[in-house]
């Protein structure tokens, strides 16, 4: 019943909220709105109190479903959420405390082993839904061996931002990570997140160990460098970005990812340098920091499995692979500076935020200065955004700054055969040389 009060309260304030607003400037059709609601809310009222005598679960569930999709359309999750939970309630269900949403596609060799990870986890148990994108091997099989321990959701091949779409609507858990489907989490990942989550808590995010095919450990993390904790809005604004792992390393609040989904238009779009459809963990780090505060975490919560797929779709092209990162720094800073918390008086390009932007600007102009998408760049130009980056961005050690500064002027002055010949050193992460790394003090 509290529950039935607070959504009575809430519905009013909202009302009385349009009500100061006067419905936009459009009077009449504010009234008519504001009369409807009314009526329908007294007739939601008197069902829901019918159903409370009469011990009527359905009904009260039916109601509460309602209610939900209504508070969620206008922008109350804290409310829908209140009326999740009493629809869970009416069910005879529990609302467990997070839920991981697997997203796969064609990885029937590792989808098993990443469902079996997040069943396996200690302390916190976990809603698992299971997001089939299409998937054209044997993956449907794997993931219905496991039977009701795991909700399946099967869909044809629309990305993996619409998979976690399906995933998030198909999960009720207050926490929500996202598994790749060829990843895995640790056994103690989720009781190790599910505690630092707290009032204004967008995100919780940890490493994740690089492993093989195999299964095996490569002794590496991603990502390779210190990671922040705190308001981290204003670090965004600012550069664009923040260290943060890919997907599996980060763990939502539902009431934040679920202003961040579904993912734009314009950044769905985007397509790798072969031609898939990109993936949305950059866009959803980023918003992150611009709706609560964000936790890093100082042990890995899982392993990035590095194999045939993502190795050859990171080399197939490297120059294509630099042009398709420009493309998604492009609209990512859009989309950041579009922001209401976004201001136009820092007097910088956001695209120019960090080192490793300026970096994939300054080798696509070495490679292609006639294909390059930014006609007013020149290498000088970079190389003093690139240092202006180094410098301060509020996550690099000091001899990274060293590192990077020097590798900017390199790019700038080397032979383009030179630049090409060790593209992929400066470029990926994954395939730089250990030596390099720990020069940049990029190992953690």
């Known amino acids: 019943m509290q529950l039935v009060i607070r959504l009575e309260s809430d519905f009013f304030r909202r009302i009385q909220s349009l009500e100061q607003h006067g419905g936009g400037g459009n009077a009449p059709l504010y009234l008519s709105f504001r009369a409807s609601c009314l009526q329908q809310f007294q007739a939601d009222l008197a069902e829901g109190d019918k159903a409370l005598t009469d011990g009527d679960a359905p009904a009260l569930r039916r109601l509460a479903h309602s209610l939900k999709s209504v508070l969620r359309s206008l922008g109350h999750p804290e409310a829908a959420s209140d009326a999740l939970t009493l629809e869970e309630a009416a069910r005879g269900t529990r609302r467990l405390p997070a839920a991981v949403v697997i997203t796969n596609h064609d990885h029937g060799r590792f989808v098993g082993q990443a469902i079996a990870s997040a069943l396996a986890q200690t302390e916190v148990e976990a809603e698992v839904v299971v997001v089939d994108d299409g998937s054209t091997d044997a993956s449907r099989g794997i993931i219905e061996s496991f039977g009701d321990r795991v909700r399946a959701v099967f869909q044809t091949h629309r990305g993996q931002a619409d998979a976690m779409l399906s995933g998030l609507r198909s999960s009720v858990a207050p926490v929500v990570l996202f598994l790749d489907g060829d990843d895995v989490l640790y056994p103690h990942a989720l009781s190790a ?114 194999h045939g797929a993502r190795r050859d779709r990171k080399s197939s092209d490297l120059l294509a692979e630099v042009r398709r990162r420009l493309e998604r720094t492009a609209v990512l800073s859009e989309i950041v500076s579009a922001h209401p918390r976004a201001r136009a008086s ?99």
């Open 193 to 306: 997140i599910c505690g630092r989550f707290g009032p204004g808590v967008a995100k919780v995010q940890a490493r994740l160990d690089l492993i093989d095919e195999g299964g095996r450990t490569l002794g590496r993390q991603t990502p390779p460098m210190p990671m922040l904790s705190g308001d981290l809005a204003p670090v965004v604004l600012r550069h664009g970005w923040y260290p943060a792992p890919p997907t599996t390393g980060n763990a939502f609040a539902r009431h934040a990812i679920e202003r961040l989904l579904p993912v734009p238009a314009r950044y769905t779009a985007l397509r790798t340098a072969d031609g898939r459809m990109a993936v949305s963990d950059h866009y959803l780090s980023v918003l992150a920091a611009l709706n609560g505060r964000v936790v890093s975490l100082p042990s890995a919560v899982g392993a990035y499995r590095i």
């Open 346 to 444: 820092h007097g910088r390009e956001l695209a120019l935020g960090t080192p490793n932007w300026v970096k994939e600007r300054l080798v696509s102009l070495v490679l292609d200065p006639a294909g390059h998408p930014v006609p007013t760049d020149t290498r000088w130009r970079l190389v003093r955004a690139g240092v202006a980056a180094a410098w301060s961005v509020p996550w690099s050690p000091a001899r990274m700054r060293v590192v990077q500064s020097v590798g900017l002027l390199a790019v700038a002055a080397l032979p383009r055969p030179v630049v090409r010949a060790v593209l992929s050193a400066v470029v990926l992460d994954h395939v730089r040389p250990r030596w390099l790394s720990r020069l940049s003090g990029m190992e953690v």
